[in-house]
């Protein structure tokens, strides 16, 4: 797609914005009047994105417990009072509470094999976003960023990666670029559905390029007495604010243009919202989305706890596999839904489960995933892994495969140190049978 008629002018003058000045003066409605959205998205897409490949992850922030979920344990004093039910595929069974997902499940492949041995909360977070484990020396990116610069285009207009939602404080816990820089920072929505705060001005399109050129000059000084490096990380985030202010593909942020049935299908939940806007984000050309979903930490009182989150989880999850499907975007998208680690086969005394990353779930849709199966399996009372064991470098092996990214590229750190995007791990295969 070629730039918009502003950009190349507003280039050659080296214009920047901070982060700060985006924040409070930037507006979309000035260029967003005289295009049809949804053709636009249409015309577009297959430009956006060059390899017509996206991820879709779906955060469970917490760790939730895969006996509440996919790898129930029902009549077991381990499974609690938990019951499961049967899905669209004879023979695959599921917790109850999910009911929509299972009328989905010939399109999902269930992992009840994952196993690590991180059991803490920022460290295990932290790996099942970029796949190494914290250290002090370097902040590793995370593999939706490493994705989406292998991915994605780079005269694209809206943000490579966007993240949705909370779970905890969104940006922490390894889903930032890390030292691949600005270009691949994940661009935050706290609330979908609605425009980004704070893009609304009185300001007109002319009169805010030139601003945009009198903070480059102003810049320009700075830069000429030493803040060289401060300058040109300010005017890359410039060139990405200014893009996304004046694009008509912001509208992609706003609902108002969705059926109320496509709305009501998914939820009326934040989750749910988020997960929409996540459909429409892909649609118009987003290489990465994550949405999160918080309380999955259920040290007391899980199964309660666990039923309201999956009111909210399942509906959202299975709206999201059709409402790919329908617009044909779905064999393209991988969906990957995870937590950070699973919960303890044993119940505690406040009728909860703590940490457990010895064995926990994972569910997969989309993207060349064959579906209407289960990898991997537990014991009857869910305390070991008995078949077919999945490490976090496995699965992140199998989400390159899915997404035809190399994991064994090389990206040099600040530090003059080649980092894979996968450091080992093999795909499943049987995800691609």
């Known amino acids: 797609m070629p730039p918009v008629s502003w950009h190349e002018d507003v280039v050659l003058t080296r214009r920047t914005l901070s982060r700060r000045g985006f924040l409070y003066g930037t507006s979309a409605a000035a260029a967003a009047g005289a295009f049809n959205f ?4 249409s015309a577009q897409a297959a430009d ?13 922030q917490g760790g939730p417990s895969q006996l509440e979920t996919f790898d129930p344990k029902p009549g077991t004093e381990t499974g609690g009072p938990t019951t499961a039910i049967g899905t669209a595929v004879p ?24 196993t690590n ?14 796949g190494y484990i914290p250290s002090g020396s370097i902040k590793h990116p995370s593999l939706g960023c490493n994705i989406a610069r292998e991915l994605s285009p780079a005269d694209r207009e ?31 929505v706290q609330n979908p559905g609605t425009l980004p705060e704070n893009v609304a001005t009185a300001v007109n399109e002319s009169r805010f390029k030139r601003r945009l050129g009198l903070l480059d000059r102003l810049e320009g000084d700075f830069a000429l007495r030493g803040g ?3 300058v040109e990380s300010h005017r890359r985030i410039t060139d990405k604010s200014a893009k996304l202010v004046l694009s008509p593909l912001t509208r992609t942020f706003d609902f108002s243009q969705e059926s109320a049935a496509t709305r009501e299908s998914y939820g009326n939940t934040e989750f749910g919202r988020g997960c929409l806007l996540a459909r429409r984000l892909v649609e118009s050309g987003v290489t990465f989305v994550e949405v999160r979903l918080g309380n999955w930490d259920t040290h007391q009182d899980n199964f309660d706890a666990v039923k ?17 499907k329908q617009r044909g975007l779905f064999d393209k998208t991988l969906i990957v839904w995870t937590g950070e680690f699973g919960r303890t086969p044993r119940i505690n005394p406040r009728t909860g489960r703590d940490h457990w990353p010895r064995n926990f779930n994972a569910l997969l849709a989309g993207g060349g995933i064959k579906g209407g199966q289960v990898i991997g399996e537990t014991s009857k009372d869910g305390t070991s892994l008995t078949k077919d064991p999945v490490s976090v470098p496995d699965l992140f092996c ?10 064994a590229k090389e990206n040099m750190s600040p530090i003059g140190r080649p980092m894979k995007i996968v450091d080992g791990g093999q795909p499943v295969e049987g995800l691609f049978a």
Request: charged share 20%; glycine share 12%; hydrophobic share 45%.
């Open 117 to 130: 041995k991180e059991g803490q909360h920022e460290r295990a977070v932290y790996q099942l976003h970029t």
């Open 38 to 41: 949804r053709d636009l998205m």
């Open 308 to 324: 309201g989150l999956a009111r909210q989880c399942d509906p959202a999850l299975a709206a999201l596999i059709a409402d790919l």
């Open 91 to 114: 023979g695959i069974q599921i917790a109850e509470g999910w009911e929509q997902t299972a009328k989905q499940m010939q399109d999902v492949a269930i992992l009840r094999s994952l």
């Open 398 to 407: 199998s989400i390159c495969k899915s997404l035809n990214v190399n994991p």
């Open 48 to 60: 956006l994105r060059k390899q017509g490949r996206a991820m879709i992850l779906l955060f469970m």
């Open 228 to 230: 060289e490096a401060v």
């Open 158 to 188: 809206l943000p490579a990666v966007v993240s949705i939602g909370n779970g905890r404080a969104a940006g922490t816990g390894g889903s930032g670029a890390g030292f691949l820089g600005v270009d691949y920072e994940p661009f935050h």
